[in-house]
């Protein structure tokens, strides 16, 4: 089973700025979807992007396209989310994930059961 950790998190003001990296140990993830999901109290976790292996296909939620960005580094065995123009509503823990069971897969889920493995979160806090 791969791990995943998630840093990068933090205390920002609206109209900030964050970078959320996520190291996998344990295994590959280069060649799978990873993506970044976000759980707010109160409210169900949901897919804030998502990646394919080769970085060719991408998903964003409505509420953070143009403003948030993935990325990954296959060689390095991370993935990043620059956070940009933050508002209070991206007050979340953050984590990410990778769905390790369809391997060279060109479509991304935004179904959580998809994704096998699971950061433990980084909280990001935006405040007004």
């Known amino acids: 089973q791969v791990q995943l950790v998630e840093s990068g998190g933090g205390l920002v003001q609206a109209g900030g700025s964050l970078r959320l990296s996520c190291a996998a140990s344990?295994?590959?993830?280069?060649?799978?979807?990873m993506a970044w999901w976000r759980q707010a109290p109160g409210k169900e976790r949901e897919a804030v992007a998502a990646?394919?292996?080769?970085?060719?296909?991408?998903y964003y939620a409505d509420s953070v396209k143009g403003r948030f960005t993935i990325s990954r580094d296959n060689a390095n065995n991370a993935l990043y989310l620059q956070m940009n123009s933050l508002k209070p509503e991206d007050t979340a823990v953050y984590y990410c994930?990778?769905?390790?069971?369809?391997?060279?897969?060109?479509?991304?889920?935004?179904?959580?059961?998809?994704?096998?493995?699971w950061g433990q979160g980084t909280q990001v806090t935006v405040s007004s």
């Open positions: 994930a990778v769905d390790r069971r369809r391997e060279y897969f060109l479509r991304i889920s935004t179904t959580s059961h998809q994704y096998d493995s």
């Open positions: 344990g295994g590959t993830v280069s060649t799978y979807v």
């Open positions: 990646l394919t292996w080769n970085s060719a296909y991408d």
